[in-house]
């Protein structure tokens, strides 16, 4: 895959790492950056996200950098944890839940950063209010994707993701049985284009939706949003 790494030495509890500093991938690493769903979230940062508020010290030396990771996997989830960040990745690892809850926190630090994908079985994704930024992709069986009302990034209407305001689209669930989806009035954008992120695959193989209603106030959509 297109990601340009140094040479990565896991070990248990500190790892080594060097990252080459051109990489724009996040900024550490543990055992479970070789766990594939680690691997293609990863690739896919560096296509399609710039994650906001993320350090970068691996990011800017060729010297082996410590770091101790707290990673552990619950109902389905690994979270991942960083001793010199201030959150929590949540990337699901189960395939054979149907329904995924995500934490709030994790070794008392809030889980912002969440990823689901290639899982064939999940229906329902429960997203708390810690989240900042979710990566959704091939996820054929997934009906529907709740937030929780307090979070302070995102919302959804009738298991779709949107932003807070409802004024970008984020993701709608590929496994949704609805044959037409009416876009709410007052949205802008699909996907979202800007320095700090790039959404693809906001809509993908949706075999039941046949039609897509759009606003008038829709302005953008973006590239690989709808496929």
Avoid at 8 to 33: D, W, Y
Avoid at 180 to 187: A, M, N, Q, S
Wanted: charged share 20%.
């Amino acid at each position: 895959f297109p990601a340009s790494f140094g040479i990565i030495s896991p070990a248990l509890g500190h790892q080594e790492v060097i990252l080459t500093p051109s990489a724009s991938l996040i900024n550490s690493c543990s055992s479970a950056f070789v766990h594939p769903t680690i691997i293609w979230y990863t690739s896919c940062l560096l296509y399609s996200s710039k994650l906001s508020g993320i350090s970068t010290p691996c990011l800017t030396t060729d010297e082996p950098i410590e770091c101790e990771i707290v990673d552990e996997v619950i109902d389905g989830i690994r979270y991942w944890h960083n001793e010199n960040d201030s959150f929590v990745y949540a990337i699901a690892v189960s395939s054979d839940l149907e329904e995924l809850n995500i934490a709030e926190t994790f070794n008392d630090f809030p889980v912002t950063h969440i990823s689901v994908q290639r899982n064939e079985n999940v229906k329902v994704l429960n997203i708390p209010s810690s989240a900042e930024d979710i990566f959704i992709k091939d996820c054929m069986s997934l009906e529907e994707c709740n937030v929780d009302e307090e979070c302070k990034t995102y919302a959804s209407v009738n298991g779709i993701l949107y932003n807070k305001d409802i004024t970008t689209l984020y993701y709608y669930p590929s496994g949704k049985k609805d044959k037409i989806y009416k876009i709410p009035e007052g949205l802008v954008s699909i996907g979202n284009d800007d320095e700090n992120r790039i959404d693809m695959f906001v809509i993908d193989s949706c075999k039941s939706l046949e039609n897509i209603i759009f606003p008038n106030s829709l302005k953008t959509i973006n590239s690989y949003s709808i496929i």
